[in-house]
T-cell receptor, first 113, second 108 residues
Framework: KAGVTQTPRYLIKTRGQQVTLSCSPI?????VSWYQQTPGQGLQFLFE???????NKGNFPGRFSGRQFSNSRSEMNVSTLELGDSALYLC????????????FGPGTRLTVL | GQNIDQPTEMTATEGAIVQINCTYQ??????LFWYQQHAGEAPTFLSY????GLEEKGRFSSFLSRSKGYSYLLLKELQMKDSASYLC?????????FGKGTRLHILP
């Protein structure tokens, strides 16, 4: 099976802009979670989608949003970018109902200037 | 990471054994994961423990004590390629919460 893919891999934006990141899960996986990873905070949970519905949400401001499509692909959007949004954004897919083992994509490295 | 505690950094020598500890709050606990993450790469799954005891997988073993809220990852016969961050993650109340990770340095 192909792994989790994320696009783009690298992105440079300026403050105030918005950005959309994409994640395609492993075939057959209907759950997708998004994380932000920074050196100081580690992996922080953003949100989780299952069958096009947001199931869980982390403690991030409303500028961070996401959605999932019928084919399980997911997007996350960050509006009004701030310097502190510079991070590695990781997407993980898994099959709910089993061990919930998450398989991560390579991530999108976002730099906000 | 919501009361998941693991050491920030550890150093060990090639060929030796190292144990990375993780403690967590036990409320709502379902299971515990260990992931390995090399610098600049995505985390990769190492192990998942639900029941008490030790699970061995090659050079890596993971232990869980549910009542104590405690787990450890044991790495034997350390190799230079084991230099990485090791993330402890807890499945709790329908969420998976990650610790901040332990950066392991291997000395030749």
């Amino acid at each position: 099976k192909a792994g989790v893919t994320q696009t783009p891999r690298y992105l440079i934006k300026t403050r105030g802009q918005q950005v959309t990141l994409s994640c395609s899960p492993i075939s057959g996986h209907r759950s997708v979670s998004w994380y932000q990873q920074t050196p100081g905070q580690g992996l922080q949970f953003l949100f989780e989608y299952f069958s096009e519905t947001q199931r869980n949400k982390g403690n991030f401001p409303g500028r961070f949003s996401g959605r999932q499509f019928s084919n399980s692909r997911s997007e996350m959007n960050v509006s009004t970018l701030e310097l502190g949004d510079s991070a590695l954004y990781l997407c993980a897919s898994y099959q709910r109902g089993g061990t919930d083992t998450q398989y991560f994509g390579p991530g999108t490295r976002l730099t906000v200037l | 990471g919501q009361n998941i505690d693991q050491p920030t950094e550890m150093t060990a020598t090639e060929g030796a054994i190292v144990q990375i500890n993780c403690t967590y709050q036990t409320s709502g606990f379902n299971g515990l994961f260990w992931y390995q993450q090399h610098a600049g790469e995505a985390p990769t799954f190492l192990s998942y423990n639900v029941l008490d005891g030790l699970e061995e997988k090659g050079r890596f073993s993971s232990f869980l004590s549910r009542s104590k809220g405690y787990s450890y990852l044991l790495l034997k016969e350390l190799q230079m390629k084991d230099s990485a961050s090791y993330l402890c993650a807890v499945s709790r109340d329908d969420k998976i919460i990650f610790g901040k990770g332990t950066r392991l340095h291997i000395l030749p």
